[in-house]
T-cell receptor, first 111, second 112 residues
């Protein structure tokens, strides 16, 4: 079974802190994605990566950066957390086109 | 910017009822996926449809892909409490390889 794991299920941070969200997949997938999910807005793509050290901006990259140093690991970084970044963050991976496999999500609260 | 709208936004029904949810795009897409997300979990794929007019069945769930490749529907027969969840459609637009655009979702609650 494909497994995508995220480092934390719940996280509470203060405004201005630097926040790291980690995602690891065990199926040797080339593509990895970071989304945020907010009520009424669905899933919105923040960044994605199609290879090690390669990244592309999604629809809402402002305030975020990413890092992919190894194929199995994709990190989302909030350089200076703000309250409007309070959200559910979902990581996904796939190979080529087709089904994306999601992690369980990290619910981030910024106070 | 492509828009992907789902309706209804919320649906609360009793066990045994039938229901249909819809997914509509402002642009033609090359393939469409339906996911279900349960509370506290990530979305899980239910089906992928790629051919205009295609109909796929998964037990009590029937998925239809519109002829014009701009819409899709999900019909559930005799809903059960286990069907409760957030139903998301996601489309791949031509030229956006590997990237999916997700709809806003339909939240379904099935009560006894």
């Amino acid at each position: 079974d494909v497994k995508v794991t995220q480092s934390s299920r719940y996280l509470v941070k203060r405004t201005g802190e630097k926040v790291f969200l980690e995602c690891v997949q065990d199926m040797d997938h080339e593509n990895m994605f970071w989304y945020r999910q907010d009520p009424g807005l669905g899933l919105r793509l923040i960044y994605f990566s199609y290879d090690v050290k390669m990244k592309e901006k999604g629809d809402i990259p402002e305030g975020y950066s990413v890092s992919r140093e190894k194929k199995e690991r994709f990190s989302l970084i909030l350089e200076s957390a703000s309250t409007n970044q309070t959200s559910m963050y979902l990581c996904a991976s796939n190979t080529g086109i087709g089904e994306q496999y999601f992690g369980p999500g990290t619910r981030l609260t910024v106070t | 910017t492509q828009l992907l709208e789902q309706s209804p936004q919320f649906l609360s029904i009793q066990e045994g009822e039938n229901l249909t949810v819809y997914c509509n795009s402002s642009s033609v897409f090359s393939s469409l996926q339906w996911y279900r997300q349960e509370p506290g979990e990530g979305p899980v794929l239910l089906v992928t449809v790629v051919t205009g007019g295609e109909v796929k069945k998964l037990k009590r769930l029937t998925f239809q892909f519109g002829d014009a490749r701009k819409d899709s529907s999900l019909h559930i027969t005799a809903a059960q409490p286990g069907d409760t969840g957030l139903y998301l459609c996601a489309v791949e637009y031509t030229g956006t390889a590997s990237k999916l655009t997700f709809g806003t979702g339909t939240r379904l609650q099935v009560t006894l």
